[in-house]
């Protein structure tokens, strides 16, 4: 113990001194004296480089060296949240990346393969001080024993797995499995689908993947960021902390409802529209209503011009459609050639009138007056206002929010439940908008105009400042870091005009995010069952690539969107070129409380295999019949509130506000805080979330409130990782047994 004490308070000497070092190197970054404003841009490239390596430093404080792996040639390495190397001129390492190949025994190793190890070690550290050591001896031939052997190997894993809840989800960093550790460590390429059942780490795999996906394909993946998806905000909280703790920050975490930039998804769709939202079938609908939108004049339309009269017939216009729907341009960009070909039209009718031969001869305007007509019809409103009439800018906001105020294009029940006017955006829209995007392409002919506008200001400016600077090139400025440059340094103003374009200094993910076309380097999706088939259409537009995780478990599906199987989620996609692995170990809820739940979920399908609980806790659930609901429900929280960890009320919204006044801190309507000793969530808020001690409530009316209740009643039933209370007034669902 002494020795590893004496090599662990070594390594945290060591990053202090990287940390004093990176922080020094992030201040002289930012006090660096550079000529010009080239200089200025690197060194604020350099500066957010060496922030970002600073936080990461910072980041991985707690539990910074796990693990030993010693090797039967001698060979001994210590296992870190990030690789630390020693000071010396072969910067030997002191510990090893956990996702560097060299530290992959440390997860795989067995007594049956043991990988050339004689020796795993895990370190538990509280602070900077090693607690603990266990120790399994791989070579069974080997007799020395250092007094710390752990016979079955597990006693790390199991002390994880029983530790009191915070309300943030942690790395497993140091007791990752040799089934989970494949996953993590598949290549990127292609789609890999992990499935299983609650609690068999599917979460926490795909989070490592993440991680390790960053640190293995680093050049291909940081500059086009690694995107993770889940199933609500509150979702995101509980896991945002575990990919700092692995020291990486180049991720972004995303519901689906955030990921149209400029529009944030506050409304709440009922079931029923939900579900018809997210049917492919919108994607044609969508295309049809934007057709319904470019129409033709019944009867011809009057344009007034100077004296004349024109007309815009419907025969026209219907060419002019097909023209422009030929080009197959998005309709924001076939835009302009509708304008064109009603332009040329009525330009023809107005040569026609004017240069008319009364003998019936050939016209007599030349080819350029009838372009100075064209020109001038340009120049009429009237002619602009009928090419708006008939072919009209839209923004997926307007093509959208018209759709469903009245969305004739729907069979009459479901445009019911989808029909709405004005109101906030909900999650179900967010696909609608992407797919419209899609559909409307951005005529970005203004931005350009301007841009280019923009850059001959700044050409002329950098002119400006060069005649200036050579007037001036004797100047002496005090600060010594005048940005007017000299005529020495000067090549044309052109070049100066480069220099001086603002550039983008944010992190990937941070562009990622704002800008919906963005391609990423990999899409994690966990909870991947949930989403509907348009919000795939969105996600699988982010990821022309196709590298991809999924990860989830079709038996938990809640959402009346979702999907009942892998394959119809990728077959529009990928056909059968996708990968499926199966996790079948429960590392969250003990055996007692699976049994319990396994019943609901062979109600649905008796066919149902539960994952299988790694461990039992002794501890039989408790079900509790009552007349007085909100009673039970407070005394059984009393009762099951750990003192170090969390509970959790699951119940019906219905039930909500008379419950709420009876939990210590509780709330009604209020975004549930998992941080607290005791939360009241929905069965669907907690999708994906655990807790110490878990209270359900009403389990038949969880099952009766929506089409997919029983799924929801399996996800409330096994989110405890140590005890689980039933309360009901009577009538349990089919599957549930006393
Ligand atoms: N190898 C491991 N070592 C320690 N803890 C683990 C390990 N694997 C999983 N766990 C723990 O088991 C619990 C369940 O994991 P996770 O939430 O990832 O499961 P899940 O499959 O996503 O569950 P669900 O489908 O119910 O949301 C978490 O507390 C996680 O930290």
Redesign the pocket.
């Known amino acids: 113990m002494q020795n590893e004490q004496q090599f662990v308070s070594r390594l945290y000497e060591r990053l202090d001194t990287l940390r004093e070092q990176a922080e020094a190197a992030v201040q002289a970054s930012f006090t660096q004296v550079g000529k010009g404003i080239q200089a200025r841009l690197e060194r604020d490239v350099l500066a957010a480089e060496r922030t970002e390596r600073l936080s990461a430093l910072n980041s991985v404080e707690s539990g910074l060296c796990f693990g030993r792996i010693d090797f039967a040639d001698g060979i001994r390495h210590h296992i870190g949240r990030i690789g630390i190397r020693q000071d010396d001129p072969d910067r030997t390492p002191l510990a090893v990346d956990w996702r560097a190949p060299v530290a992959r025994p440390f997860y795989l190793a067995t007594g049956h393969s043991p990988m050339g190890l004689r020796r795993r070690r895990h370190l538990t550290t509280v602070g900077r001080t090693v607690t603990a050591l266990h120790d399994e001896v791989l070579d069974l031939t080997d007799a020395v024993r250092t007094g710390h052997e752990d016979p079955r190997g597990d006693a790390v894993?199991l002390a994880?797995?029983g530790a009191a809840?915070t309300g943030r989800?942690?790395?497993?960093v140091?007791?990752?499995?040799a089934e989970?550790d494949e996953i993590i460590r598949a290549p990127h390429r292609g789609v890999l689908v992990v499935e299983?059942?609650?609690?068999?780490?599917?979460?926490?795999?795909?989070l490592h993947r993440a991680a390790y996906l960053l640190y293995a394909y680093r050049e291909q993946l940081a500059r086009r960021a690694v995107l993770i998806v889940g199933p609500n905000p509150a979702f995101l909280g509980y896991i945002g902390e575990v990919l700092p703790s692995l020291g990486e920050t180049g991720v972004l975490l995303s519901t689906v409802g955030e990921l149209f930039p400029g529009v944030s998804a506050t409304g709440t769709d009922s079931p029923g529209a939900a579900a018809v939202k997210g049917r492919a079938g919108m994607a044609d609908v969508l295309a049809r209503v934007l057709r319904d939108r470019q129409t033709v004049p019944d009867p011809a339309l009057p344009i007034q011009h100077e004296r004349e009269t024109l007309l815009l017939e419907r025969a026209v216009a219907e060419d002019a459609r097909h023209c422009a729907r030929q080009t197959r341009l998005p309709h924001n960009l076939a835009r302009a050639h509708f304008g064109r070909f009603v332009l040329d039209a009525l330009t023809a009718q107005l040569a026609d009138r004017l240069g008319a031969d009364p003998y019936d001869g050939e016209n007599f305007l030349g080819p350029e007056e009838v372009e100075q007509l064209g020109r001038e019809l340009n120049d009429n409103p009237a002619v602009h206002a009928a090419i708006d009439a008939y072919w009209p800018y839209l923004t997926p906001q307007q093509l959208v929010g018209d759709f469903l105020a009245d969305p004739v294009q729907l069979p009459d029940a479901d445009a019911e439940l989808v029909r709405r006017t004005g109101g906030d955006w909900t999650v179900g829209d967010i696909p609608l908008l992407d797919e419209a995007a899609e559909l409307l392409g951005e005529d970005d002919r203004a931005a350009r105009a301007a841009a280019a506008r923009e850059r001959g200001e700044q050409v002329a400016y950098a002119q400006g400042v060069l005649e200036l600077s050579y007037g001036s090139r004797s100047f002496e400025f005090e600060d010594g870091e005048s940005e007017v440059l000299t005529a020495h340094d000067l090549i044309d103003a052109e070049r100066f005009a480069d220099r001086h374009e603002e550039t983008d200094r944010r992190s990937a993910a941070e562009r990622a995010a704002a800008d919906r076309t963005w391609a990423f380097g990999h899409i994690i999706v966990?909870?991947a069952q949930e989403l509907s088939a348009m919000a795939w259409r969105l996600l699988m537009r982010r990821c022309p690539t196709r590298s991809l995780t999924l990860?989830?478990?079709p038996a938990?599906t809640g959402d009346p969107a979702g999907c009942d199987s892998w394959r119809q989620i990728l077959d529009p996609y990928v056909g059968d070129r996708w990968s499926h692995v199966r996790?079948g170990v429960?590392?969250?809820t003990p055996a007692e409380i699976m049994e319990l739940a396994a019943g609901v979920a062979r109600a649905a399908d008796p066919s149902y295999e539960p994952p299988r609980s790694v461990r039992s806790t002794g501890v039989r659930p408790r079900v509790c019949v009552t007349d007085d609901l909100v009673r039970t429900v407070a005394e059984a929280a009393s009762l099951e509130t750990p003192d170090d960890g969390r509970l959790a009320v699951i119940a019906p919204r219905a039930l909500h506000e008379a419950l709420a006044g009876k939990l210590p801190g509780v709330l009604a309507g209020e975004e549930p805080d998992l941080t607290q000793p005791v939360v009241l969530l929905e069965p669907r808020q907690a999708?994906?979330?655990?807790f110490d001690s878990v209270i359900v409530v009403e389990p038949a009316l969880i099952v009766s409130s929506s089409a997919r209740g029983a799924s929801d009643l399996y996800?409330a039933l096994?989110?405890a990782?140590r005890s689980l209370a039933v309360v009901h007034t009577g009538g349990l669902p089919e599957g549930l047994v006393e």
Do not use: H
């Open positions: 894993l994880a797995l809840r989800m942690a790395d497993i140091q007791t990752i499995q989970q299983g059942g609650p609690g068999t780490g599917k979460t926490a795999v795909a966990d909870e990860v989830g478990d938990q996790l429960n590392y969250r999708k994906g979330l655990e996800v096994t989110r990782t």
